[in-house]
């Protein structure tokens, strides 16, 4: 029998504890063994729930329990979850883990300990919730260099344009939305900011260059400067405003983002709608390849979390070695990554702006859909980051340009 330890019964805790409970004979079955839920810690009681029975506020119980093989990390955060962990590993005890902001912050260090312990440190749920992931990386594409990584990783946000994008709306009118349906926090920033998708980006990075990837690093960008005017434009374009977390490995250059995006219809990310996520790969033997589905949630998540309970399991005293180094894997700035935008500006005189664009961006086609707000929009040529930030430097400072509006990149 193996005997596990549940951290946090929450919405994905109790997931866990639901998905063992609703499907034990066919996770048993995988596991070769009965598995057993022998802790659940959690601050608070749950009268009436049967989990009370096994319910404990003292993390010391489990890390001095020689019974528990595995526990079970889904209280999120930092802060204790960190400590218990690297104590978990450290006595000889695998984790399972959803925790994108731990795996992102520590992996590295905590995937060595697991190693000298000869136990495994498993995230498959800290990215794309239920959409397998982290295990087809390491074990799908063993023959393939991946050279970039690109996709949607945050339901909340792709919610919010979907919603935008098909029924007209402004930012803080679906932000309210997604709020009302639970789908964003009260406190939005991690998804709205782009800081949930950077987390994930970092951790996929890092698995493709066996370094660590420091999300601090990533150039991250969020949604909130998306307006009902630039999604009305796009849409006449033919595209959508997706925010899109990206990752490109070309030997020792390595870059990665999280920004709003425009994607075109041939991009099969343009049809990720609503809360779904979407993970793209291209391998250089492989080519292109996606993985899809909800991204987040109390059962997807859970699934994950025990799948990686049942390889746990099945693995003891193995040290899968799904992971990467503490070594820093550095990262070219954004500057020097070849880069389309959209971008949308307010004139003065639209004769003479468009004059002005011309000359600076070499650029003679315009969209005019909005002149009664005396604005239009055009696209750049592909350039460096930084060679286009500078052309928009000197745009600004022209006398037909009132201001810049909007600017947003294009896939491809």
């Not at 987390?199 to 960008?221: N, P, W």
């Not at 009664?372 to 929009?377: R, T």
Request: charged share 25%; hydrophobic share 40%.
């Amino acid at each position: 029998m193996a005997v596990i330890a549940v951290l946090g019964y929450g919405t994905v805790g109790s997931g866990v504890v639901e998905v063992i409970n609703v499907n034990r004979e066919r996770i048993e079955a995988k596991a070769g063994q009965p598995i057993n839920i022998k802790y659940v810690l959690d601050l608070r009681d749950f009268p009436g729930d049967p989990v009370q029975d096994i319910i404990t506020h003292n993390y010391d119980d489990i890390l001095n329990d020689p019974e528990v093989e595995v526990v079970v990390e889904v209280m999120g955060g930092i802060n204790p979850a960190y400590t218990f962990v690297k104590g978990a590993l450290n006595k000889g005890k695998s984790v399972c883990t959803s925790n994108k902001e731990l795996v992102a912050a520590h992996g590295g260090e905590l995937m060595r300990i697991a190693k000298e312990n000869n136990v495994n440190f498993l995230y498959e749920a800290s990215v794309g919730g239920g959409i397998p992931i982290i295990r087809p990386i390491n074990r799908s594409m063993t023959s393939d260099k991946i050279e970039e990584i690109k996709g949607i990783l945050n339901g909340t946000t792709n919610y919010m344009l979907t919603k935008m994008t098909a029924e007209n709306l402004e930012y803080a009118d679906v932000l309210k939305n997604a709020q009302e349906k639970g789908y964003a926090e009260r406190n939005p920033a991690a998804d709205v900011e782009g800081f949930d998708a950077c987390r994930k980006i970092a951790i996929l990075a890092s698995l493709a260059t066996e370094k660590t990837v420091g999300y601090d690093d990533i150039y991250t960008e969020g949604i909130t400067n998306i307006s009902k005017t630039d999604i009305d434009y796009v849409k006449k374009m033919g595209g959508e405003v997706k925010l899109l977390a990206r990752a490109k490995f070309d030997g020792d250059k390595v870059w990665a983002m999280v920004a709003p995006t425009i994607v075109m219809p041939e991009n099969p990310l343009s049809m990720v709608s609503d809360v779904f996520n979407a993970i793209l790969l291209k391998g250089n033997m492989l080519g292109d390849v996606m993985f899809y589905g909800k991204g987040a949630g109390k059962l997807p998540t859970a699934s994950a979390v025990v799948s990686d309970i049942v390889e746990a399991v099945k693995h003891k005293n193995i040290n899968l070695g799904i992971g990467w180094s503490e070594d820093k894997q550095e990262l070219i700035s954004i500057d020097d990554v070849n880069v389309r935008k959209f971008v949308r500006v307010e004139y003065n005189s639209i004769e003479e702006a468009k004059a002005d664009v011309k000359k600076i961006f070499g650029t003679d086609k315009f969209m005019e859909y909005f002149e009664e707000d005396n604005e239009f929009a055009f696209v750049t040529n592909e350039e460096k980051e930084s060679e286009i930030n500078e052309k928009l430097s000197q745009l600004i400072n022209c006398k037909g340009i009132a201001g810049i509006l909007n600017t947003i990149r294009i896939e491809g």
